[in-house]
T-cell receptor
Framework: AQSVTQLDSHVSVSEGTPVLLRCNYS??????LFWYVQHPNKGLQLLLK??????LVKGINGFEAEFKKSETSFHLTKPSAHMSDAAEYFC?????????FGRGTSLIVHP | DTGVSQNPRHKITKRGQNVTFRCDPI?????LYWYRQTLGQGPEFLTY????????KSRLLSDRFSAERPKGSFSTLEIQRTEQGDSAMYLC?????????FGQGTRLTVV
């Protein structure tokens, strides 16, 4: 199964500054990787997915992630944070048809 | 609404009682998953169906837990003799290819 490690439990940024949420993966084969977002009392929503077509993946709401095989990383970025981005973000590995979640990173956005 | 539907959304039960949750996946999706999420944690995999066949179960799934997916459509998750430690959000997801779509979850509180 594909395993992922989210390196930060909390990330705090000011509105308008860049966001970086870090995720490393471990796999011996070409991985499927996803980022999901979970707003309070809401369901999980897919932000973006990597399935080997392109290393830079663009998602919804201005988020993107870059797959780096040499670093086994799939970090999530956004150039400018909005207050509405405050949520829990999950990096998910998709090997063996069973999505496997990281522990989550809580993004805090200060005005 | 054609998303994944879970019922009930909330369930409060006394310790020792049995509870059953239902998940209606997106109609053409052949894969169905159950996860459990506790506060501050990422969703943990419980079990996975492909059509009506239960192909994998986590070691987290004690013998008090049982899941079914008759006819490969909706699924039920039953917890017998509930314990306070079963209090959590129970999430259902379905997929056809690589992307999993999640329901809003059923929040179980065992008192």
């Amino acid at each position: 199964a594909q395993s992922v490690t989210q390196l930060d439990s909390h990330v705090s940024v000011s509105e308008g500054t860049p966001v970086l949420l870090r995720c490393n993966y471990s796999s011996s084969y070409s991985p499927s990787l996803f980022w999901y977002v979970q707003h309070p009392n809401k369901g999980l929503q897919l932000l973006l997915k990597y399935t080997s077509a392109a290393t830079l993946v663009k998602g919804i709401n201005g988020f993107e992630a870059e797959f780096k095989k040499s670093e086994t990383s799939f970090h999530l970025t956004k150039p400018s944070a909005h207050m509405s981005d405050a949520a829990e973000y999950f990096c998910v590995g998709g090997g063996s048809y069973i999505p496997t979640f990281g522990r989550g990173t809580s993004l805090i956005v200060h005005p | 609404d054609t998303g994944v539907s879970q019922n009930p959304r909330h369930k409060i039960t006394k310790r020792g009682q049995n509870v059953t949750f239902r998940c209606d996946p997106i109609s053409e999706h052949n894969r169905l998953y159950w996860y459990r999420q506790t506060l501050g944690q990422g969703p943990e995999f419980l079990t996975y169906f492909q059509n009506e066949a239960q192909l994998e179960k986590s070691r987290l799934l004690s013998d008090r837990f049982s899941a079914e997916r008759p006819k490969g459509s909706f699924s039920t998750l039953e917890i017998q003799r509930t314990e306070q430690g079963d209090s959590a959000m129970y999430l259902c997801a379905s997929s056809l290819l690589d992307e999993a779509f999640f329901g809003q979850g059923t929040r179980l509180t065992v008192v």
